[in-house]
């Protein structure tokens, strides 16, 4: 059995976490959200570059059938997470409480391309390592 199928139902786990945590409304959150509401707004908006990494990560393992090139996979993958990262904080117009940002917009962007950069990084010294041996 491939393990392809869980990896991208990890894909769309993590994907859909992530819509729900950054789309909640701010405005009177109480309860289990609280938490998140009264984090502070820097650890908030730092939180953007390791979120978009993994999101870059796991979108390259669950296209990896689908676009079989790394090199192309990693550009789909940041592609995604740019699209994404956009369309969060456009969304933001209508939810209580949040406002768009260009800044957030950009520390998804380093998150994803650092994310990209980090899984070429690996895959380089993968294809190295097995050329010496």
Same mark, same amino acid.
């Given at each position: 059995?491939?393990?392809? @199928?869980?990896?991208?139902?990890?894909?769309?786990?993590y &994907?859909?976490?992530m819509l729900?945590t950054?789309?909640? #409304?701010?405005?009177? &959150? %109480?309860?289990?959200?609280s938490? $998140?509401a009264g984090?502070? #707004? &820097?650890?908030q908006n !730092?939180l953007?570059? @390791? +979120?978009?990494?993994v999101?870059?990560y796991?979108?390259n393992?669950?296209l990896e059938k689908?676009?079989?090139? *790394?090199? %192309? =996979?990693a550009w789909?993958?940041?592609g995604f997470?740019v699209?994404?990262? *956009?369309?969060?904080?456009g969304?933001?117009?209508?939810?209580p409480g =949040?406002? @768009?940002s $260009?800044?957030?917009i950009?520390?998804?962007?380093?998150?994803?391309v650092s994310?990209? !950069?980090l899984? !070429?990084?690996v +895959?380089?010294n993968?294809? =190295? =390592?097995?050329a &010496?041996n």
């Open positions: 059995m491939s393990i392809l @199928p869980f990896r991208r139902a990890i894909f769309f786990l &994907t859909a976490c729900m950054s789309l909640i #409304p701010m405005a009177n &959150t %109480k309860g289990s959200f938490f $998140w984090m502070d #707004p &820097t650890l !730092l953007h570059v @390791p +979120m978009f990494m999101f870059t796991l979108c393992q669950a689908v676009v079989r090139k *790394i090199d %192309k =996979r789909v993958a940041l997470a699209v994404l990262g *956009i369309f969060m904080e969304i933001q117009i209508v939810i =949040r406002y @768009p $260009w800044g957030d950009i520390l998804n962007s380093v998150g994803a994310g990209i !950069l899984i !070429l990084k +895959m380089q993968k294809k =190295r =390592r097995g &010496t």
